[in-house]
């Protein structure tokens, strides 16, 4: 199975900061039609998750464009310009290039 | 709106079985994989099963393989996840996905103890 890692693990951030979450992959998530498949979700504590960015860098609908993805290959990167309130809760990457999918273990962001 | 509603969940014990079903609505149902990933209480997020649009590909988590089933019904935009010979790790919410993880469900809880 792709092992996703993500650091860090915990993210204490100011508000109106910036904040950055790493995430990598132990295979090349580039598929042969030559899209890479990596999203970003963000999970609030008890909801459920929601998709944030599809193909590393595709917003969803509704997304704020303080969210953005970049990355290639096995090493990806999500950034919030600048944090408010709503975006505490846990981020996770997740593959969906190999079966089986797989997620990153989450990095939880909260207010400083 | 799209629209996922998962129902089905419950208290069973070790070796029973329960039967998952998800309505769907707001979307062309038979046009759409659909997938169940699940959460562990505390936990992250564990791809389950996936199927296609017709229902003939059906992919599982090894662990899950031989023990349970996800199917669908067009006709009545449903999908369904029957867990049979539920073990203890199997306890969790599991969730009803569109496509990639584009629209989730509420969740439905399952829990598996004696």
């Known amino acids: 199975d792709v092992v996703m890692t993500q650091s860090p693990l915990s993210l204490p951030v100011t508000l109106g900061q910036p904040a950055s979450i790493s995430c990598r992959s132990d295979?090349?998530?580039?598929?042969?039609?030559?899209?890479?498949?990596l999203n970003w979700f963000h999970q609030r504590p008890g909801q459920s998750p929601r998709r944030l960015i599809y193909?590393?860098?595709n917003r969803d609908s509704g997304v704020p464009d303080r969210f953005s993805g970049s990355g290639s290959g096995s090493d990806f990167t999500l950034k919030i310009s600048r944090v408010e309130a709503e975006d505490v809760g846990v981020y996770y990457c997740?593959?969906?290039?190999?079966?089986?999918?797989?997620f990153g273990p989450g990095t939880k962001v909260d207010i400083k | 709106e799209v629209q996922l509603v998962e129902s089905g969940g419950g208290l069973v014990q070790p070796g029973g079985s329960l039967r998952l079903s998800c309505a769907a609505s707001?979307?062309?149902?038979?046009?759409?994989?659909m997938r169940w990933v699940r959460q562990a209480p505390g936990k992250g997020l564990e791809w389950v099963a996936n199927?296609?649009?017709?229902?003939?590909?059906?992919y599982y988590l090894d662990s899950v393989k031989g023990r349970f089933t996800i199917s669908r019904d067009n006709a009545k935009n449903s999908l369904y996840l029957q867990v049979n010979s539920l073990r203890a790790e199997d306890t969790a919410v599991y969730y009803c996905?569109?496509?990639?993880?584009?629209?989730w469900g509420q969740g439905t809880l399952v829990t598996v103890s004696s």
């Open positions: 997740m593959q969906d290039r190999h079966w089986p999918f797989t």
């Open positions: 193909k590393v860098s």
């Open positions: 707001g979307f062309s149902f038979n046009t759409r994989w």
């Open positions: 199927i296609n649009e017709d229902g003939s590909e059906k």
């Open positions: 295979h090349s998530l580039v598929n042969t039609d030559g899209d890479t498949y």
């Open positions: 996905v569109k496509d990639g993880g584009s629209n």
